[in-house]
């Protein structure tokens, strides 16, 4: 599988959890939504395992995407 590279706060739109939200933040091992995060259902987790490329579709776990740490808005801790 290619891997996702994300060097820009323009790519940063791709992700795309599996609710279909594009606030999506990459964090050391996962990614955490914050939609989801903002959602009041408890039963909704806003960490995940996978996240999807929204130009492809295809899902990509956090080893598989490569980011720029230097882009601003890139990545959140
Ligand atoms: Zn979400």
Redesign the pocket.
Known sequence: MSKLEIDSDDDNWRLV?P?G?T??APTNNHFW?R??ANHWDPEVD?EYDVVIDGETGEKYSRDDLELDFTAPGVYHA
């Open positions: 959890c609710n939200h606030s999506v939504c939609s989801c806003p």
